[in-house]
C-alpha cells in the first residue's frame, strides 16, 4: 500500500518523459506545497516503483513504460493535472532560457549535453504550449531551443515547432520572444535554403527590433541577413550587412563579435583578397579560442583553412580543418560539419588525394541529406563530380554536375567563387572527353533525376 504523499508523487511523476532529475521532480511535483519530495521518491525507489540511474554526478529518476502508464491513468483523473502539467512545461522552459546564451560560449557542450538529456521532455513542453493561451511560453522555448536544433541539424524539427508557436500566437502585440521566434525560424530556414522565408523574416526582425531599440539583437540579426545575401551569390550585400552588424556588436560588446568578423573575412576571401581575410581571420580565432564556443571555435577553424588553402598552404589548412571536424564530432554537430566535410574534401582535391576526397564528400553529402541542407548537397555533388573527371569518369562527372545544378536551381544559390575555377576546368575536360552529344546524354540523365535517385547514384555509383 502507498501513502497518500507516495501516490500522489507517483501519479505526478507520468508528466516526465524519459526521466528526471531530482530539481525537477522537486520542483514540477510539489503542486500545492508538499512537502519535501525526497524521502517520498526513495521510497517509491525502495518499492520499485521508480528507478534510479547516475549519470555525471546527478541522479536521474524513471519509471518502466507500462508503470508510467498506469500512473499517468490516474493523474489524469487527479484535479491537480492541468497544474502540474503547467508546472512541467515551465520547469523546462525555463531550463531552456538558462541554457541559450551558454550555447554560444565556452560552456556550450555541457549545457547541450544537459538539454539533449531532457530531450523527451522538451518535446512534451512544446507540445503542451502549443495552444493560444499559452503561445508565449512556446515562443520562449522556440528562441531559446533554436541553436540545439542548429547545432543537431535538427533543422526540420526546429522549424516546424517555431511556424506552430508563431501561428499560435498571431494577432498578439509584439515582443522579444515572437521576434526572436521569426529570428529563429529564419535561421533554421536559411541553413535548408529556403530563402523566400529567411529573408523577408530577418527584414521584418530586424525593423521591429531596431524601432524597439534593442540594438545588440538587431546586429544579430543583421549578421544573419547577410548570411541570406552571402548564400544567394549577393557578396556585396553580405558584406554590407556583415559590417553594419559587426559596427552594432563592437558597440553593444556583444561576445560574438568573432562569428561576424570571420563572416566578412569569409566575403573577402570571396572576393579575392587573401592576406587581409586571413589577417581578419587570425582576430577571430584568437578571440573563439578565449572565450567562444566549441561550434563557433570549429566554424572560424573552418574558416581559416579555407583561406590557407587559397593561400596554398596545405598542411596549414589541414590541420585546421582536422582540429574543426574533431570538435564538432564532439559536439555531435550534425548542422556544421556537412560543410566542414566539404571542406576537408576539396583540400584533399586540390591536391589530387581522389580517395581520401570522396570519403569526404560521401560523408558530407550523407548529412546534407538528413538535415535538408541541400546548398550542402550540391556542393558535395560538384566534388564527387570534380572527383570522377579526375579518375577520367567523364560520364559520371557530367551527372553529378547536371544533378548539382538541378539543386542550386532550385534553391536559387549559386556555388562558391573560391573553387570555379577548378569546376569549370572539370566541367570542360569532362565535355572535350566525352564529345558534345555524349556530355548532353549524361547531363540529361544527372538534370533528369530525383533528388534521391542523384544522392543515391553519387553514393553508389556504378562499377566501371
Known amino acids: 500500500m502507498l501513502t497518500a504523499q507516495e501516490q500522489a508523487l507517483f501519479r505526478r511523476m507520468a508528466v516526465f518523459a524519459g526521466g528526471a532529475t531530482l530539481e525537477a521532480i522537486e520542483v514540477v511535483c510539489r503542486v500545492g506545497g508538499d512537502p519535501d519530495v525526497l524521502p517520498t521518491l526513495e521510497s517509491l525507489v525502495s518499492k520499485s516503483l521508480v528507478r534510479q540511474t547516475k549519470r555525471d554526478h546527478e541522479r536521474r529518476f524513471s519509471m518502466l513504460e507500462t508503470i508510467t502508464e498506469y500512473a499517468r491513468e490516474h493523474l489524469a483523473q487527479a484535479a491537480e493535472a492541468p497544474d502540474v502539467a503547467t508546472a512541467h512545461a515551465e520547469f523546462f522552459a525555463a531550463l531552456a532560457e538558462e541554457a541559450a546564451p551558454h550555447l554560444n560560449d565556452v560552456d556550450q557542450a555541457e549545457w547541450l549535453a544537459r538539454l539533449d538529456a531532457e530531450d523527451e521532455n522538451l518535446r512534451a513542453a512544446l507540445a ?84 524597439m531599440g534593442e540594438l ?67 582576430s577571430a580565432l584568437e578571440e573563439d579560442r578565449k572565450h567562444g564556443s566549441p561550434e563557433n571555435l570549429a566554424i572560424t577553424l573552418c574558416k581559416c583553412a579555407r583561406a590557407a588553402r587559397k593561400a596554398a598552404e596545405f598542411d596549414v589548412a589541414r590541420g585546421e580543418c582536422d582540429e574543426s571536424i574533431a570538435i564538432l564530432r564532439r559536439l555531435d554537430a550534425a548542422g556544421p560539419l556537412a560543410e566542414v566535410l566539404e571542406e576537408r574534401g576539396s583540400l584533399a582535391l586540390d591536391q589530387r588525394a581522389f580517395v581520401e576526397a570522396r570519403a569526404f564528400y560521401v560523408e558530407a553529402l550523407t548529412l546534407a541529406v538528413e538535415t535538408g541542407n541541400r546548398g550542402a548537397v550540391a556542393a558535395a555533388l560538384e566534388g564527387l563530380a ?49 564529345g558534345n552529344a555524349a556530355f548532353e546524354d549524361a547531363w540529361r540523365a544527372g538534370a533528369g533525376a530525383s533528388l534521391a535517385e542523384a544522392v543515391e547514384f553519387a553514393l553508389h555509383p556504378p562499377a566501371p
Open 128 to 211: 503542451q504550449s502549443a495552444h493560444r493561451s499559452r503561445a508565449n511560453r512556446g515562443l520562449r522555448l522556440c528562441k531559446s531551443l533554436h541553436r540545439l536544433w542548429s547545432v543537431h541539424g535538427r533543422l526540420s524539427e526546429g522549424r516546424r515547432w517555431c511556424t506552430l508557436m508563431l501561428q499560435m500566437s498571431e494577432g498578439a502585440p509584439a515582443s522579444i520572444a515572437r521576434i526572436a521566434t521569426g529570428n529563429a525560424l529564419a535561421v533554421l530556414a536559411l541553413h535548408q535554403n529556403d530563402y523566400d522565408v529567411a529573408r523577408p523574416l530577418l527584414e521584418e526582425c530586424a525593423a521591429s527590433l531596431r524601432a
Open 216 to 282: 545588440r539583437s538587431a546586429g544579430r540579426v543583421l549578421n544573419n541577413l547577410g548570411v541570406v545575401h552571402e548564400f544567394v551569390g549577393e557578396l556585396e550585400a553580405a558584406r554590407a550587412s556583415y559590417e553594419e552588424s559587426l559596427a552594432i556588436k563592437r558597440e553593444t560588446a556583444d561576445p560574438l563579435v568573432p562569428m561576424t568578423l570571420g563572416n566578412v573575412a569569409n566575403v573577402v576571401l570571396a572576393q579575392g583578397d587573401v592576406a587581409r581575410a586571413r589577417a581578419m581571420l587570425a
Open 386 to 434: 570534380t572527383i570522377a573527371g579526375g579518375l577520367q569518369a567523364y560520364g559520371l562527372a557530367a551527372r553529378h554536375f547536371a544533378a548539382a545544378a538541378a539543386v542550386r536551381a532550385e534553391v536559387r544559390g549559386p556555388p562558391s567563387p573560391l573553387d570555379g575555377a577548378r569546376r569549370e576546368a572539370a566541367l570542360a575536360e569532362a565535355r572535350r572527353s566525352l
